[in-house]
Protein backbone atom coordinates (compact mmCIF):
# COMPACT_ATOMS: atom_id res chain seq x y z
CA UNK A 1 0.00 0.00 0.00
CA UNK A 2 0.78 3.55 -0.22
CA UNK A 3 3.15 4.77 2.43
CA UNK A 4 2.57 7.79 4.31
CA UNK A 5 5.70 10.43 4.21
CA UNK A 6 5.97 12.44 7.52
CA UNK A 7 7.01 15.79 7.18
CA UNK A 8 5.12 16.48 3.33
CA UNK A 9 2.50 17.85 4.95
CA UNK A 10 4.64 21.03 5.82
CA UNK A 11 6.18 20.73 1.94
CA UNK A 12 2.64 21.08 1.13
CA UNK A 13 2.07 24.08 3.06
CA UNK A 14 5.46 25.98 1.55
CA UNK A 15 4.88 25.56 -1.69
CA UNK A 16 1.25 26.32 -2.53
CA UNK A 17 1.79 29.07 -0.17
CA UNK A 18 5.10 30.73 -0.98
CA UNK A 19 6.74 29.04 -3.64
CA UNK A 20 3.68 29.16 -6.04
CA UNK A 21 2.24 32.56 -6.93
CA UNK A 22 0.48 31.53 -9.70
CA UNK A 23 -0.50 28.47 -12.19
CA UNK A 24 2.54 29.60 -14.50
CA UNK A 25 4.85 28.58 -11.56
CA UNK A 26 3.84 24.87 -12.00
CA UNK A 27 6.69 22.86 -13.24
CA UNK A 28 4.37 19.95 -14.55
CA UNK A 29 0.84 19.38 -16.21
CA UNK A 30 -0.48 17.56 -13.31
CA UNK A 31 -1.81 20.15 -11.34
CA UNK A 32 -3.46 22.39 -13.67
CA UNK A 33 -6.15 21.23 -16.39
CA UNK A 34 -7.84 24.31 -17.70
CA UNK A 35 -8.30 23.12 -21.45
CA UNK A 36 -11.35 20.86 -20.59
CA UNK A 37 -13.89 23.78 -19.30
CA UNK A 38 -17.15 22.81 -21.44
CA UNK A 39 -19.13 25.61 -22.54
CA UNK A 40 -21.70 26.05 -20.71
CA UNK A 41 -19.36 26.28 -17.73
CA UNK A 42 -17.49 29.46 -19.32
CA UNK A 43 -19.89 32.47 -18.61
CA UNK A 44 -19.74 31.54 -15.07
CA UNK A 45 -16.05 30.88 -15.03
CA UNK A 46 -15.76 34.37 -16.51
CA UNK A 47 -17.19 35.74 -13.33
CA UNK A 48 -14.34 34.56 -11.02
CA UNK A 49 -11.84 37.32 -10.15
CA UNK A 50 -8.72 36.95 -11.80
CA UNK A 51 -6.67 36.62 -9.27
CA UNK A 52 -8.61 33.74 -7.69
CA UNK A 53 -8.75 31.81 -11.06
CA UNK A 54 -4.85 32.19 -11.81
CA UNK A 55 -4.22 30.59 -8.32
CA UNK A 56 -5.67 27.71 -9.76
CA UNK A 57 -4.07 24.33 -9.08
CA UNK A 58 -6.82 21.25 -10.05
CA UNK A 59 -6.29 18.74 -12.39
CA UNK A 60 -9.86 18.21 -13.66
CA UNK A 61 -13.76 19.23 -13.28
CA UNK A 62 -15.58 19.25 -10.10
CA UNK A 63 -18.74 20.74 -11.10
CA UNK A 64 -21.38 17.70 -11.44
CA UNK A 65 -24.92 18.22 -12.79
CA UNK A 66 -28.09 18.89 -10.32
CA UNK A 67 -26.93 20.99 -7.80
CA UNK A 68 -28.99 23.74 -7.78
CA UNK A 69 -30.34 24.55 -3.76
CA UNK A 70 -27.25 21.90 -2.75
CA UNK A 71 -24.99 22.27 0.38
CA UNK A 72 -21.53 21.33 -1.02
CA UNK A 73 -18.15 21.03 0.63
CA UNK A 74 -14.47 21.36 -1.27
CA UNK A 75 -11.69 19.82 0.40
CA UNK A 76 -8.57 21.94 -0.30
CA UNK A 77 -10.33 24.63 -1.53
CA UNK A 78 -7.35 27.14 -2.19
CA UNK A 79 -8.34 30.19 -3.62
CA UNK A 80 -11.29 29.30 -3.98
CA UNK A 81 -12.11 29.02 -7.82
CA UNK A 82 -13.72 26.06 -7.65
CA UNK A 83 -15.94 27.17 -4.93
CA UNK A 84 -17.10 30.52 -6.84
CA UNK A 85 -17.98 28.73 -9.54
CA UNK A 86 -19.80 25.97 -7.49
CA UNK A 87 -21.42 29.49 -5.45
CA UNK A 88 -23.45 29.84 -8.89
CA UNK A 89 -24.60 26.55 -9.48
CA UNK A 90 -25.98 25.71 -5.96
CA UNK A 91 -27.84 29.49 -6.43
CA UNK A 92 -28.96 31.39 -3.60
CA UNK A 93 -30.54 28.95 -1.43
CA UNK A 94 -27.51 26.26 -1.58
CA UNK A 95 -24.21 26.81 0.40
CA UNK A 96 -20.36 26.08 -0.45
CA UNK A 97 -18.12 25.55 2.38
CA UNK A 98 -13.94 25.54 1.65
CA UNK A 99 -11.66 23.49 3.70
CA UNK A 100 -7.95 24.59 3.46
CA UNK A 101 -4.82 24.23 5.63
CA UNK A 102 -2.81 27.10 3.31
CA UNK A 103 -3.61 30.32 5.19
CA UNK A 104 -1.92 32.21 1.98
CA UNK A 105 -4.67 30.59 0.11
CA UNK A 106 -7.27 30.85 2.19
CA UNK A 107 -6.46 34.79 2.65
CA UNK A 108 -6.86 35.26 -1.01
CA UNK A 109 -9.97 33.15 -1.55
CA UNK A 110 -11.51 35.43 1.97
CA UNK A 111 -10.21 39.02 -0.01
CA UNK A 112 -13.17 38.03 -3.03
CA UNK A 113 -15.92 37.26 -0.97
CA UNK A 114 -17.29 41.27 -1.49
CA UNK A 115 -16.70 40.97 -5.01
CA UNK A 116 -18.58 37.26 -5.61
CA UNK A 117 -21.22 38.53 -3.68
CA UNK A 118 -21.43 41.61 -5.62
CA UNK A 119 -21.09 40.08 -8.80
CA UNK A 120 -23.81 36.88 -8.10
CA UNK A 121 -26.37 38.80 -6.00
CA UNK A 122 -25.99 37.11 -3.10
CA UNK A 123 -23.53 35.39 -0.45
CA UNK A 124 -23.75 31.65 -0.03
CA UNK A 125 -19.88 30.86 0.41
CA UNK A 126 -17.57 30.68 3.52
CA UNK A 127 -13.85 28.91 3.86
CA UNK A 128 -12.73 27.45 7.28
CA UNK A 129 -8.72 27.15 7.76
CA UNK A 130 -8.06 23.35 8.27
CA UNK A 131 -7.13 19.60 7.48
CA UNK A 132 -8.92 17.88 5.45
CA UNK A 133 -7.42 14.55 7.09
CA UNK A 134 -9.18 15.76 10.43
CA UNK A 135 -12.78 16.90 9.50
CA UNK A 136 -14.20 16.32 12.62
CA UNK A 137 -12.55 19.52 14.62
CA UNK A 138 -14.13 21.93 11.85
CA UNK A 139 -17.38 21.78 13.47
CA UNK A 140 -19.79 20.41 10.70
CA UNK A 141 -22.66 18.85 11.35
CA UNK A 142 -22.42 15.10 10.38
CA UNK A 143 -24.88 14.13 7.45
CA UNK A 144 -25.38 17.22 6.38
CA UNK A 145 -23.49 17.72 2.96
CA UNK A 146 -24.95 16.93 -0.30
CA UNK A 147 -22.42 16.87 -2.52
CA UNK A 148 -18.46 16.85 -1.07
CA UNK A 149 -15.83 17.82 -4.19
CA UNK A 150 -12.02 18.22 -4.43
CA UNK A 151 -9.68 18.93 -6.99
CA UNK A 152 -5.92 17.32 -7.30
CA UNK A 153 -6.05 17.40 -3.32
CA UNK A 154 -6.29 14.03 -2.05
CA UNK A 155 -2.93 13.00 -3.58
CA UNK A 156 -1.22 15.40 -1.40
CA UNK A 157 -3.06 14.02 2.17
CA UNK A 158 -0.60 12.67 3.96
CA UNK A 159 -3.88 10.22 5.65
CA UNK A 160 -5.63 9.40 2.31
CA UNK A 161 -8.18 6.73 4.48
CA UNK A 162 -8.61 9.25 6.83
CA UNK A 163 -9.81 11.83 4.54
CA UNK A 164 -12.32 9.28 2.84
CA UNK A 165 -13.83 8.46 6.45
CA UNK A 166 -14.48 11.77 7.08
CA UNK A 167 -16.04 12.38 3.27
CA UNK A 168 -18.40 9.21 4.32
CA UNK A 169 -19.39 10.78 7.49
CA UNK A 170 -20.25 14.41 6.08
CA UNK A 171 -22.47 12.95 3.40
CA UNK A 172 -26.07 12.87 3.54
CA UNK A 173 -27.31 9.12 2.76
CA UNK A 174 -27.57 9.14 -0.95
CA UNK A 175 -24.87 12.20 -0.90
CA UNK A 176 -21.89 11.85 -3.48
CA UNK A 177 -18.25 12.94 -3.17
CA UNK A 178 -17.10 13.91 -7.05
CA UNK A 179 -13.67 14.74 -7.07
CA UNK A 180 -10.44 14.74 -9.53
CA UNK A 181 -7.11 13.37 -8.71
CA UNK A 182 -3.84 11.85 -10.07
CA UNK A 183 -3.50 7.73 -9.85
CA UNK A 184 -0.42 6.11 -11.23
CA UNK A 185 -0.29 2.25 -12.57
CA UNK A 186 2.08 0.83 -10.36
CA UNK A 187 3.26 1.55 -6.48
CA UNK A 188 6.27 4.27 -5.99
CA UNK A 189 9.14 3.79 -4.32
CA UNK A 190 10.12 6.24 -1.35
CA UNK A 191 12.18 8.49 -3.17
CA UNK A 192 9.67 9.57 -5.66
CA UNK A 193 7.03 9.72 -3.16
CA UNK A 194 9.37 12.17 -0.84
CA UNK A 195 10.77 13.95 -3.79
CA UNK A 196 9.24 17.70 -2.64
CA UNK A 197 8.50 19.13 -6.28
CA UNK A 198 6.83 15.75 -7.67
CA UNK A 199 4.74 15.52 -4.53
CA UNK A 200 3.53 19.44 -4.68
CA UNK A 201 3.04 18.37 -7.92
CA UNK A 202 0.53 15.86 -7.26
CA UNK A 203 2.54 13.33 -8.60
CA UNK A 204 4.75 11.79 -5.58
CA UNK A 205 1.57 11.36 -3.77
CA UNK A 206 -0.65 9.68 -6.46
CA UNK A 207 -2.05 6.58 -5.18
CA UNK A 208 -1.52 3.33 -7.43
CA UNK A 209 -5.18 3.21 -9.17
CA UNK A 210 -5.90 -0.32 -6.79
CA UNK A 211 -4.89 0.78 -3.77
CA UNK A 212 -6.85 3.82 -4.13
CA UNK A 213 -10.21 0.98 -4.89
CA UNK A 214 -9.50 -0.58 -1.78
CA UNK A 215 -9.21 2.56 0.51
CA UNK A 216 -12.45 3.63 -0.78
CA UNK A 217 -14.45 0.39 -0.40
CA UNK A 218 -12.74 0.39 2.78
CA UNK A 219 -14.18 4.08 3.86
CA UNK A 220 -17.81 2.39 2.79
CA UNK A 221 -17.76 3.65 -0.80
CA UNK A 222 -18.46 -0.04 -2.53
CA UNK A 223 -18.21 1.20 -5.65
CA UNK A 224 -16.46 3.50 -7.30
CA UNK A 225 -17.22 5.15 -10.68
CA UNK A 226 -14.16 6.20 -12.79
CA UNK A 227 -16.16 9.69 -14.51
CA UNK A 228 -12.98 10.15 -17.17
CA UNK A 229 -9.61 10.03 -17.34
CA UNK A 230 -6.66 11.62 -18.74
CA UNK A 231 -2.69 9.97 -19.59
CA UNK A 232 -0.54 12.44 -17.87
CA UNK A 233 2.88 13.32 -19.64
CA UNK A 234 5.68 14.21 -17.41
CA UNK A 235 7.89 16.53 -19.73
CA UNK A 236 11.09 17.92 -17.76
CA UNK A 237 13.45 15.59 -18.38
CA UNK A 238 15.13 15.05 -14.67
CA UNK A 239 11.48 14.80 -13.19
CA UNK A 240 10.49 11.93 -16.19
CA UNK A 241 13.85 9.90 -15.30
CA UNK A 242 13.06 10.14 -11.59
CA UNK A 243 9.61 8.37 -12.15
CA UNK A 244 10.43 6.05 -14.25
CA UNK A 245 8.26 4.01 -15.92
CA UNK A 246 5.92 5.04 -14.00
CA UNK A 247 2.45 5.91 -15.68
CA UNK A 248 0.08 8.68 -14.29
CA UNK A 249 -3.27 10.20 -15.13
CA UNK A 250 -5.54 12.44 -14.16
CA UNK A 251 -8.90 11.11 -13.54
CA UNK A 252 -12.45 12.10 -11.98
CA UNK A 253 -14.36 9.69 -9.47
CA UNK A 254 -17.92 9.79 -8.41
CA UNK A 255 -18.46 7.98 -4.88
CA UNK A 256 -21.63 7.89 -3.61
CA UNK A 257 -23.09 7.04 0.19
CA UNK A 258 -25.66 4.24 -0.01
CA UNK A 259 -24.73 1.46 2.75
CA UNK A 260 -26.86 -1.39 0.20
CA UNK A 261 -23.93 -0.53 -2.84
CA UNK A 262 -22.58 -4.09 -3.21
CA UNK A 263 -18.67 -4.56 -3.89
CA UNK A 264 -20.13 -5.65 -7.60
CA UNK A 265 -22.19 -5.06 -10.36
CA UNK A 266 -24.76 -7.75 -9.79
CA UNK A 267 -27.80 -8.04 -12.45
CA UNK A 268 -30.90 -8.03 -10.95
CA UNK A 269 -32.71 -7.07 -14.51
CA UNK A 270 -33.79 -3.76 -13.81
CA UNK A 271 -33.35 -0.90 -16.47
CA UNK A 272 -33.89 2.98 -16.57
CA UNK A 273 -34.85 5.62 -18.45
CA UNK A 274 -33.59 9.09 -19.26
CA UNK A 275 -36.27 11.88 -19.18
CA UNK A 276 -33.94 14.26 -20.98
CA UNK A 277 -34.54 16.62 -17.85
CA UNK A 278 -30.80 18.03 -16.80
CA UNK A 279 -30.13 21.15 -18.68
CA UNK A 280 -26.73 20.47 -19.51
CA UNK A 281 -27.10 16.87 -21.33
CA UNK A 282 -30.58 17.45 -23.47
CA UNK A 283 -30.21 14.53 -25.17
CA UNK A 284 -28.03 11.90 -23.28
CA UNK A 285 -26.57 11.65 -19.42
CA UNK A 286 -22.74 10.28 -19.49
CA UNK A 287 -23.58 9.27 -15.53
CA UNK A 288 -19.93 7.68 -15.85
CA UNK A 289 -17.15 5.98 -18.16
CA UNK A 290 -19.48 3.28 -19.11
CA UNK A 291 -22.92 4.50 -18.78
CA UNK A 292 -23.79 6.96 -21.25
CA UNK A 293 -27.17 7.08 -21.45
CA UNK A 294 -29.67 8.39 -24.25
CA UNK A 295 -32.92 9.74 -23.39
CA UNK A 296 -35.95 7.81 -23.99
CA UNK A 297 -34.10 4.26 -24.42
CA UNK A 298 -34.54 1.54 -22.26
CA UNK A 299 -31.02 0.98 -20.22
CA UNK A 300 -30.13 -1.60 -18.92
CA UNK A 301 -28.50 -1.27 -15.21
CA UNK A 302 -26.76 -3.15 -12.85
CA UNK A 303 -28.06 -2.96 -9.00
CA UNK A 304 -25.21 -0.71 -8.17
CA UNK A 305 -25.98 1.69 -11.46
CA UNK A 306 -29.76 1.27 -10.45
CA UNK A 307 -29.86 2.73 -6.50
CA UNK A 308 -26.97 5.20 -7.62
CA UNK A 309 -29.85 6.57 -9.79
CA UNK A 310 -33.11 6.24 -7.23
CA UNK A 311 -31.43 7.24 -4.07
CA UNK A 312 -30.26 10.17 -5.21
CA UNK A 313 -30.61 13.46 -6.47
CA UNK A 314 -30.75 12.13 -9.98
CA UNK A 315 -34.01 10.01 -9.37
CA UNK A 316 -36.66 12.46 -10.63
CA UNK A 317 -34.60 12.73 -13.71
CA UNK A 318 -35.38 8.94 -14.56
CA UNK A 319 -38.07 6.21 -14.86
CA UNK A 320 -37.09 2.97 -13.12
CA UNK A 321 -37.94 -0.55 -14.33
CA UNK A 322 -37.44 -3.40 -12.29
CA UNK A 323 -36.44 -4.26 -8.23
CA UNK A 324 -34.22 -6.39 -6.52
CA UNK A 325 -36.51 -9.81 -6.21
CA UNK A 326 -34.89 -11.51 -8.85
CA UNK A 327 -31.15 -11.84 -9.34
CA UNK A 328 -29.60 -13.55 -12.64
CA UNK A 329 -25.28 -12.65 -11.43
CA UNK A 330 -22.89 -10.76 -12.74
CA UNK A 331 -23.47 -8.47 -14.48
CA UNK A 332 -22.23 -8.76 -17.74
CA UNK A 333 -19.03 -6.24 -18.53
CA UNK A 334 -18.03 -5.77 -15.63
CA UNK A 335 -13.72 -6.74 -14.99
CA UNK A 336 -11.02 -5.74 -12.88
CA UNK A 337 -8.23 -4.91 -15.27
CA UNK A 338 -6.63 -1.03 -15.20
CA UNK A 339 -9.39 1.24 -15.77
CA UNK A 340 -7.84 4.22 -17.62
CA UNK A 341 -7.12 5.15 -21.03
CA UNK A 342 -3.42 4.15 -21.90
CA UNK A 343 -3.21 6.86 -24.79
CA UNK A 344 -4.75 10.23 -25.61
CA UNK A 345 -6.92 8.60 -28.45
CA UNK A 346 -9.24 6.98 -25.98
CA UNK A 347 -8.74 3.04 -26.33
CA UNK A 348 -8.74 1.56 -23.16
CA UNK A 349 -9.14 -1.63 -21.54
CA UNK A 350 -12.61 -3.01 -19.65
CA UNK A 351 -13.37 -0.95 -16.45
CA UNK A 352 -13.94 -2.39 -12.64
CA UNK A 353 -17.65 -1.75 -12.55
CA UNK A 354 -20.23 -2.34 -15.18
Known amino acids: MHTQCPGMQEVVQAYYGK ?7 LKTSACCDTGSVPEWLKPLLSRVHPEVSNRYY ?11 GCRVLDLG ?15 ATGEVVGVDMTREQLEVAQEYL ?23 ELNLEPSSFDVIVSNCVL ?44 Y ?35 TEPLLAALVGEACFYSATYRLFNIPELEDA ?9 YKGSIEQAPTRMEFDKHHSIEVGKVF ?10 RQTRFASNFQFIGDFDRHYGLFEGCGSAIPFDQNSSGEGVASNCC
Open 114 to 136: PFHAKQFGYSNVRFLEGQIERLD
Open 300 to 309: PVCGNTYRML
Open 200 to 234: GECLGGALYWNDFLRMARGAAFKDPRLVNDRPLEI
Open 77 to 91: SGSGRDVYLLSQLVG
Open 155 to 198: NLSIDKPAVLSGVQRLLKPGGEFYFSDVYVDRRLPDAVQRHPVL
Open 58 to 68: GCGLVCPPLLK
Open 19 to 25: ELQSSSD
Open 265 to 273: CEDHGQAVI
